[in-house]
């Protein structure tokens, strides 16, 4: 199942105040922040890379395949908390060579 625009559109607007972009691909789109890859939108689930900070940030998150073969992820769930999202996606790139 790919990822709709309209989700794309609502992540892409609660972290409107971060220095984020997306790309599409393969039905589902690829999340940046800073120029860096932090996540992205897969299945209509907003997932984080699995970072120290990320853990710590959300301990008891669940962690998901974005898809068949890849690594796990992180997923979000408190996609209304816009400073919290945007504490996230700097901190994950922050901490991202």
């Known amino acids: 199942m790919a990822s709709s ?37 897969y299945d209509d689930r907003f997932l984080v890379k699995p970072t120290e900070t990320a853990l710590a940030m959300i301990p008891d998150a669940p962690m998901q395949l974005p898809y068949e073969g890849a690594k796990p992820m992180i997923l979000v769930d408190d996609v209304e908390n816009r400073q919290f999202l945007r504490q996230l996606v700097e901190a994950i790139s922050d901490e991202l060579k």
């Open 5 to 41: 625009a309209d989700y794309l559109s609502f992540i892409m607007d609660q972290l409107s105040d971060a220095d984020v972009s997306s790309r599409a691909m393969m039905g589902e789109y690829i999340i940046y922040c800073k120029g860096k890859v932090i996540g992205g939108i």
